[in-house]
C-alpha cells in the first residue's frame, strides 16, 4: 500500500491559479484509482477529481469542472490537481487518496470517490486560501 503526501497549496487570489502535488511512495499500478478531495471548516470532506491510470480517464464533480485538471506523471510517482480560475469556495484542506484494485468504471464515474470520502485515513493535506 502506498503512501501518499500532498504539497502545492497556498494562497491564491481569486480568478488565480495554484498546482497540488501528491507523491506516492511507490510505483502506482495500472489498476490504481487515485483521487483528490477537500474538507472546509464545518463541512463534510467532498471527492472532486479522480483518475484510473490505466487509460487515465478522469472525473471531475460539477463544482470543480471545467477548471481544474487531475493527472499523473508516474516516473515522478506524482499526481497533480492543476487548479485555474479560483474561487474563495475552494478554500479548503485538500487531501488525495488511491486504492488499488479498483473498477475503472467506478473510477470515473465517481463511485470510489464518494464510497472512499467515508474513510478515516488521511495525510495531512495541504491548505488551499482563495481570497
Known amino acids: 500500500h502506498v503512501q501518499l503526501v500532498e504539497s502545492g497549496g497556498g494562497s491564491a487570489q481569486a480568478a488565480g491559479s495554484l498546482r497540488l502535488s501528491c507523491a506516492a511512495s511507490?510505483?502506482?499500478?495500472?489498476?490504481?484509482?487515485v483521487g483528490w478531495f477537500r474538507q472546509a471548516p464545518g463541512n463534510e470532506r467532498e471527492g472532486i477529481a479522480s483518475?484510473?491510470?490505466?487509460?487515465?480517464?478522469?472525473y471531475y464533480t460539477d463544482s470543480v469542472k471545467g477548471r481544474f485538471t487531475i493527472s499523473i506523471d508516474n516516473a515522478k510517482r506524482t499526481v497533480y490537481l492543476e487548479m485555474n480560475n479560483l474561487k474563495p469556495d475552494d478554500t479548503a484542506m485538500y487531501y488525495c487518496a488511491a486504492d488499488r484494485g479498483v473498477d475503472h468504471y467506478d473510477c470515473y464515474t465517481g463511485g470510489w470517490l464518494n464510497r472512499r470520502k467515508q474513510r478515516s485515513s488521511w495525510g495531512q493535506g495541504t491548505q488551499v486560501t482563495v481570497s
Open positions: 483518475i484510473y491510470l490505466e487509460g487515465g480517464g478522469t
Open positions: 511507490g510505483y502506482l499500478y495500472p489498476s490504481y484509482c
